[in-house]
């Protein structure tokens, strides 16, 4: 898998640590045994998180017995505080006494706590520093009883977090509205809703020392390749960094490129797509803290594919497909093709058309070449204002920046109207590319090409084509080539260049174990 | 198998597609010897006897799918005699790099930038082919199938264009061996050994080929379907200009091209055709240049890596020295001296090779 070309974990700025650096990830040390008295326990947990100011402490007597000393702890804000106070503190404070008189209950307190709280609350047996932090860290709280030196873990997580909504980046007419959120657990939960087999892997791993992010690997069992699963999980298991915030890091640390302009791993905000993605017999993976699913292998094709492709007819789908691919083309390549034309090849242009170029052109004291660069910068700026601005207020930036900046240049004669509007027009082909990250990459493609164009006419623009090309060809993500139509990668792709026309979503033939995976290979000898 | 890149379809590509573009430049010598009317039979006696050839090749590349021809040639015929076989093999395919270049730099500069000097053309294409050949077998193959789409479809439209614009007249075709079948079968000789040409690449990509057992029958597709191109080319160009007219083009397509005038919209079809040529060009060095270093690696028992570093070494020096026309050959550039360059090639080493492998196994089997 592109020996050499790996990214090494420890970049984008998070430093690599030493082994020997506990930090705050958990199995880098040895565990520490909790102290039997709940004093010392306490007092080594505050020692734990410095005295933290969020770290609720609530001691009380369980069934009001003074000699059964106990202490929920949570960190405020993480758990929910009034799920503790109900169904952990109340219920062992208001403990009939008998049940607790004897010595010989002593040994088995926490086990008959366990099982008169369990049902409810799924209550874990914790023997270790290290295990109490990770629990108070995941937003639980943990019961210490006196005397004994096994710690209780509760799932009372209560940390405020975002409701189920509209994805913002990959809107449709027509499908499903929901999109994920950045808790984990509750992404996990929207793609089994749509899969609901036992087949469907939900495999948990931590990324991150400091961090300490939760990150889930699905697959279809069966369906996806197991060496792409393995490989996928090796790449995410050797990540060592200290803050793995969103699914971008993790997708930059588990490429197989250090440098690559198109996304070669499809991000998501829609359970639909990744739910389809898995049924394809792809491999996807879902972060804490980020509502971006990742799935892998991508081809160039998913970038003009929708989930709503399979939600409307199919003469409708392949149409928008077809116009996307058109987008596609018309952003890379319009501004440069006008350059060529006016500029080497005025002969390719009808004579009509040619007189009014040449007369808008007239004007404009600068050079084409110059005067099309500052055009689509411009554009840039303008398109990244009304990204960056409040949505209203960028929505009204886009547009007057757009109509009085164009209109302006003109007047003023700083670009001619012919480059106004083709460069208008490759910019909004680019937002008919439905992949953010393609369309941007695609945007930055246009700037090489100009550069061909105004210094080697055609000739130059095409052989640029074909350089674009050869490195399109070169590119693999997780061994599948980038060009790919989808059968290599996949088992049964639903969606090689188009949807099939008959049934979307047909049962198709699954993998068969013994198929070859196909790896890149070096082929220097 | 280290290396397995290639799909039989992708060796389809591969091999249609040189034959396709150059027929595309130049497709005619064919047109223009004494064959006249009986042209387009040429190109299909040219056909068959490039399967064949073709099928030379590939059978002998198929009985050694895990070597490249710089290895069997030294098991076949000797360390040393094996190792000058395959520097000639490369040197040929070297050959026709610079050949191709130059070729598509005078047609560049004479047509669409008459004031750009022609070693910046020629230079720029081949760092183009470079980088593609650097990328190895594997980009390669996916490049030449969506290529052969490419140029697939502007073949189609172009001669469905040509058809429609009424240009053509098929009575040119009727007279069949008006003058006997020795100007024919001459005409034929040329594409004969192109076809064999490109076909002979299967020497050097068949141990890339995740099916080794099928590239012969992927190298004939390949030949056929560039055949099939070719006699409809030729008949198209003798049917649009007729037999005398057709043989004084230099390049009868570039010539069918300026016929076509699309609806107001583009003044020019040839520049699209420039442009398809210039794509699938680039293609043909990259490929060229891939099998030139593979050979010499596989021979020298050096990385092909490290010996393309050397070619672009080599081109960027001379061009450094500001030869103007760094990829002049003089007369080895002339069709008959090329045509004999192939014969001598395909005939003489490809085929004393299979014959000596064939003996040997014969040998070995007694």
């Known amino acids: 898998m592109a020996k050499g070309r790996r990214l090494q974990p420890g970049m984008f700025g998070f430093r690599k640590r030493q082994r020997n650096d506990t930090g705050g990830q958990s199995g880098q040390s040895q565990p520490r045994p909790l102290p039997a008295k709940l004093a010392d326990s306490l007092q080594q947990i505050r020692q734990e998180f410095h005295d933290a100011s969020d770290l609720v402490v609530k001691q009380f007597c369980i069934g009001g017995i003074a000699a059964r000393k106990a202490a929920v702890l949570y960190l405020e804000g993480m758990a929910d505080g009034k799920a503790v106070k109900e169904a952990v503190i109340e219920p062992l404070m208001l403990w009939a006494r008998p049940q607790l008189g004897g010595g010989a209950l002593r040994g088995n307190l926490p086990e008959q706590i366990r099982q008169r709280l369990s049902p409810a609350q799924n209550m874990i047996n914790l023997h270790s520093m290290q295990e109490v932090a990770e629990q108070l860290l995941e937003g639980n709280s943990v019961l210490l009883v006196d005397g004994f030196s096994v710690a209780l873990g509760t799932e009372n997580r209560g940390f405020p977090k975002r409701a189920v909504e509209a994805p913002e980046t990959e809107v449709v007419v027509r499908g499903p509205r929901e999109g994920f959120t950045e808790v984990v657990r509750d992404s996990v939960a929207l793609v089994r809703r749509r899969l609901k087999t036992p087949g469907l892997v939900v495999e948990q791993m931590r990324v991150g020392r400091r961090s300490v992010t939760d990150v889930r690997l699905l697959y279809l069992a069966g369906v996806a390749r197991p060496e792409l699963v393995r490989e996928v999980r090796r790449r995410v298991q050797a990540i060592d960094v200290d803050m793995a915030p969103e699914s971008g890091i993790i997708e930059q640390l588990i490429s197989d490129y250090l440098l690559w302009l198109f996304p070669l791993i499809q991000s998501t905000e829609r359970p639909d797509t990744v739910a389809a993605s898995l049924a394809e017999g792809r491999v996807a993976l879902l972060v804490d803290h980020s509502p971006f699913a990742l799935i892998m292998p991508n081809t160039l094709f998913q970038f003009f594919s929708t989930a709503e492709d399979y939600y409307q007819q199919y003469l409708v789908s392949l149409m928008l497909r077809l116009i996307r691919l058109g987008a596609f083309a018309i952003s890379t390549f319009i501004t440069a093709i006008y350059i060529a034309s006016s500029s080497f090849h005025q002969e390719l242009i009808p004579l009509p058309l040619l007189l009014n170029i040449a007369a808008s052109e007239a004007g404009v004291p600068f050079p084409l070449p110059i005067t099309a660069v500052a055009i689509e910068l411009l554009l840039e700026v303008l398109r990244e204002a009304g990204i960056r601005l409040p949505r209203q207020v960028g929505q009204a930036v886009s547009i007057v920046g757009a109509i009085v900046l164009g209109q302006a240049a003109v007047q003023a004669g700083f670009a001619s109207a012919g480059l106004v509007i083709v460069a208008a027009l490759g910019t909004i082909a680019s937002f008919a590319i439905p992949n953010f990250e393609a369309a941007v990459a695609v945007r930055l493609l246009r700037f090489p090409f100009i550069l061909l164009a105004s210094v080697l006419g055609f000739y130059g623009l095409f052989l640029g084509a074909v350089i674009l090309l050869f490195y399109l060809s070169s590119l693999q993500c997780f061994g599948v080539p980038f060009l790919s139509s989808g059968r290599a990668l996949m088992l049964s792709s639903y969606d090689p260049w188009t949807r099939s026309p008959v049934r979307p979503y047909a049962p198709r033939e699954r993998i068969r174990q013994a198929t070859p995976p196909r790896r890149r290979q070096g082929s220097d000898r | ?366």
């Open chain 2, 1 to 366: 198998m280290k290396g397995k890149e290639l799909s039989p379809s992708q060796i389809t590509a591969m091999v249609a597609l040189p034959r396709i573009t150059i027929m595309m430049m130049f497709m005619p010598s064919i047109t223009r010897g004494n064959a006249l009317h009986d042209g387009w039979l040429a190109a299909l006696i040219s056909v068959g006897a490039g399967l064949i050839l073709a099928a030379l090749a590939a059978g002998l590349a198929a009985r050694f799918p895990d070597d490249g021809f710089g290895h069997f040639s030294k098991v076949v015929l000797g360390r040393l005699l094996g190792a000058v076989a395959a520097l000639l093999l490369a040197s040929f395919y070297y050959l026709l790099v610079i050949m191709w270049v130059r070729q598509l730099s005078i047609l560049v500069v004479s047509v669409i930038l008459e004031r750009t000097p022609g070693w910046v053309v020629g230079l720029s294409m081949l760092v183009a082919g470079l980088y593609g050949a650097f990328l190895g077998p594997g980009p390669l193959g996916r490049a030449a199938v969506v290529l052969m789409l490419l140029v697939g479809l502007s073949v189609v439209v172009g001669l469905t264009s040509l058809h429609g614009s009424g240009a053509m007249d098929f009575s040119y075709l009727k007279p069949v061996l008006a003058r006997g079948w020795r100007p024919v079968m001459v005409a034929a000789v040329s594409p004969t050994f192109w076809f064999a040409t490109t076909a002979s690449t299967s020497l050097v990509l068949t141990r890339f080929c995740t099916r080794p057992q099928e590239v012969p029958r992927a190298v004939l597709k390949g030949t056929l379907i560039s055949g099939l191109v070719l006699v409809l080319l030729v008949a198209a160009a003798i049917s649009t200009f007729g037999p005398r007219k057709a043989a004084e083009q230099l390049s009868p397509v570039h010539s069918m091209a300026r016929t076509v005038f699309l609806m107001g919209i583009m003044e020019r079809v040839d520049i699209v055709l420039f442009t398809i040529w210039i794509v699938a060009i680039a293609f043909d060095l990259a490929l060229f240049l891939f099998a030139t270093a593979t050979v010499v690696g596989d021979a020298l028992g050096v990385r092909w890596r490290s010996v393309l570093g050397f070619l672009g070494a080599g081109i960027a020096a001379v061009a450094s020295l500001q030869v103007l026309d760094v990829f002049t050959l003089g007369t080895l550039l002339s069709i008959p001296a090329t045509a004999m360059v192939m014969a001598t090639v395909h005939v003489g080493l490809v085929g004393i090779v299979f014959l000596v492998a064939a003996i040997r196994r014969q040998g070995e089997r007694t």
